[in-house]
Every structure is written in C-alpha cells, then in structure tokens.
C-alpha cells in the first residue's frame, strides 16, 4: 500500500487542490473616466506651458528685432545717406494708431521728428502676431521723471549721429516697452522687454 501510495504521489494523484483560472474582468466606466480626466489635465499643463514659452521666444525674437533696427538707422545715418538724401533717418512709434507695428523713416526736413505725408517711409515693421507695443515711456535723466506717451520719434542725425526724441536731443532717454498682445495691463505688465535708447545712441534690452 505504502508502494501505491508513493507511486500515485510520483504522477500526482495527491497533488493540492486545483487552481482556479483569474477572472478576466472589463474595464468599468470609473476607471475609464478616470484615465480621460487624467490625461485632459496633462494636455492642458503641457499646452500652457508650450504657449507661454511660445510667447517667450516671440517676445525675445521682437525685442532683438526692435534693437536691432535701431542700431541699424543709427548706422546707416552715420555712413552717410545710403537710403537717399535725407536730414536724418528714424522710428516712430503710435500705440493710438497700431501697437502692432512701428516705421523706419527718412526725415526731409529739419525738424527732426516724423511728420506724417511728408517724411518718406522707408519701411513698415510689423511685429509678430502675438506681440505688441505696451506702452512708450520717455525719462528724464537729470531729474528721473518718467511719462508714458502715446506716440514718438526717435531721430538719427547725421553725421555722428546725434540722437533726438522728437526734436529734443539731450537729457532723454525713451523705452518702447513690448509685451504679449493679450497682457491687459502696461502699467505693470506681467511679462515684457523694455527696449532704451538715450541721447547719446546707447541702445539696450532690458527684462
């Protein structure tokens, strides 16, 4: 018996009690509701941080763009007059008219500002789409008193150049302040770059 015993425990005729097969079960409607909510919050954080860095670069690209303009009428009025015969050359600035957009012009009088209709528009910028002009602020560097105006020129005269914002060229400094196209408040605008030039012609980006 012990023998019999032994060989059927060999093949297993005493082996444990039989496994039961898992219980293949469906998803409920719970679980899937809880992977759609959880992958709708993941899109929103990751397509507001795409667009906010988006509108980052935009803003960087319009701030060097803007400095980079000035630099380029400063140099141009001081090799001479390669865009023609003109008493100076500049950009004008009007948040009234279009935030979106500023000109480089030729001055073809000796007033030293843009006069609409008769100063030659050499070029029309206009900003990226979801940039724009906040506010334009000039200062006063000897006493500090800063104003933000709505419109303004800044003058190159050759051959130094010298620097005038709207016919006053000393003891100025001007900021045209960039900013996304949806901020709503200039005063305190939560992301923007400040671009200065001064009476001397120094041009700066500033955070």
């Known amino acids: 018996m012990e023998k019999i015993f032994k060989k059927n425990k060999r093949f297993g005729m005493f082996n444990s009690p039989t496994k039961r097969m898992p219980f293949n079960r469906g998803i409920t409607l719970i679980e ?4 759609v909510s959880v992958m709708v919050i993941l899109s929103a954080i990751t397509f507001g941080n795409y667009k906010g860095g988006n509108d980052s670069l935009a803003l960087d690209r319009a701030a060097q763009k803007l400095a980079q303009d000035f630099r380029r009428v400063n140099e141009k009025a001081a090799s001479g007059f390669e865009w023609g015969t003109y008493l ?33 528009i050499i070029e029309t910028v206009v900003i990226e789409k979801q ?46 302040v960039l900013s996304p196209a949806t901020e709503s408040n200039c005063t305190t605008p939560a992301k923007s770059k ?14």
């Open 32 to 35: 899937v509701l809880t992977v």
């Open 194 to 207: 400040a671009i200065k030039v001064n009476s001397i012609g120094r041009i700066d980006i500033i955070q």
């Open 88 to 120: 100076s050359y500049g950009i004008y600035f009007n948040t009234s008219t279009n935030n979106q957009q500023y000109l480089i012009y030729g001055n073809t009088t000796n007033d030293k500002s843009y006069e609409s209709l008769i100063d030659d």
């Open 131 to 176: 940039i724009k002009i906040c506010s334009i602020k000039e200062k006063v560097l000897s006493t500090s008193v800063e104003t933000t105006v709505g419109s303004r020129s800044v003058s190159f005269v050759p051959p130094r150049p010298t620097v005038f914002m709207n016919e006053v060229g000393s003891d100025l400094e001007v900021s045209v």
